[in-house]
T-cell receptor, first 114, second 113 residues
Framework: EAGVAQSPRYKIIEKRQSVAFWCNPI?????LYWYQQILGQGPKLLIQ????????DSQLPKDRFSAERLKGVDSTLKIQPAKLEDSAVYLC????????????FGPGTRLTVL | KQEVTQIPAALSVPEGENLVLNCSFT??????LQWFRQDPGKGLTSLLL?????REQTSGRLNASLDKSSGRSTLYIAASQPGDSATYLC????????????FGQGTRLTINP
């Protein structure tokens, strides 16, 4: 089966600009996650969707970050306006759910804010 | 608040050695624990998943153990190869509802030929 797809793979922007990332999870996976991974650290959960509803967005900086999953499949994560400290890799993951609940990750989008 | 710690942060060993990576977590109320591998510029690849009721899982040269009561997990790599060089991350899945993962900071492993 095809894996989790993300685009773009790389993005460089100036601070205060806007940027959007796209994720297409594995077919049939109801749960989708966005993580932020700063260099040298483990990924940190930003937001979790179950179908098209938000389950957990407690660590999402809502003044500048937003995310949606309109039809319960693809998802977009937006940053507006970007700050220098937003430079990171943004990872998308999905899971079918159930007993094992193994998460499968996409290749990530590396964002550099100048 | 669940915290996950991995020691050491970096490890360099010669090819062929057996090695152990360590992961500790502060709250034993976990649903499961996963070990991931991350290559430079790439996403995460799941290596092993251990349910909270299990003690260990094996896949090829990899063996992961879980001691929930002491808040520890180890990843054992046998007969290491240069292709094993990567960053290894452990993550615990919290027990209630959302099934979100809390990650450690990773161990950067280098296998020298």
């Amino acid at each position: 089966e095809a894996g989790v797809a993300q685009s773009p793979r790389y993005k460089i922007i100036e601070k205060r600009q806007s940027v959007a990332f796209w994720c297409n999870p594995i077919s049939g996976h109801a749960t989708l996650y966005w993580y932020q991974q700063i260099l040298g650290q483990g990924p940190k959960l930003l937001i979790q969707f179950q179908n098209n509803g938000v389950v957990d967005d407690s660590q999402l900086p809502k003044d500048r970050f937003s995310a949606e999953r309109l039809k319960g499949v693809d998802s977009t994560l937006k940053i507006q306006p970007a700050k220098l400290e937003d430079s990171a890799v943004y990872l998308c993951a999905s899971t079918r759910g159930g007993l094992w609940n193994e998460q499968f990750f996409g290749p990530g989008t590396r964002l550099t804010v100048l | 608040k669940q915290e996950v710690t991995q020691i050491p942060a970096a490890l360099s060993v010669p090819e062929g050695e057996n090695l152990v990576l360590n992961c500790s977590f502060t709250d034993s109320a976990i649903y499961n624990l996963q070990w991931f591998r991350q290559d430079p510029g790439k996403g995460l690849t799941s290596l092993l998943l251990i349910q909270s009721s299990q003690r260990e899982q094996t896949s090829g040269r990899l063996n992961a153990s879980l001691d929930k009561s002491s808040g520890r997990s180890t990843l054992y790599i046998a007969a290491s190869q240069p292709g094993d060089s990567a960053t290894y991350l452990c993550a615990v899945s919290l027990i209630q509802g959302a099934q979100k993962l809390v990650f450690g900071q990773g161990t950067r492993l280098t296998i020298n030929p």
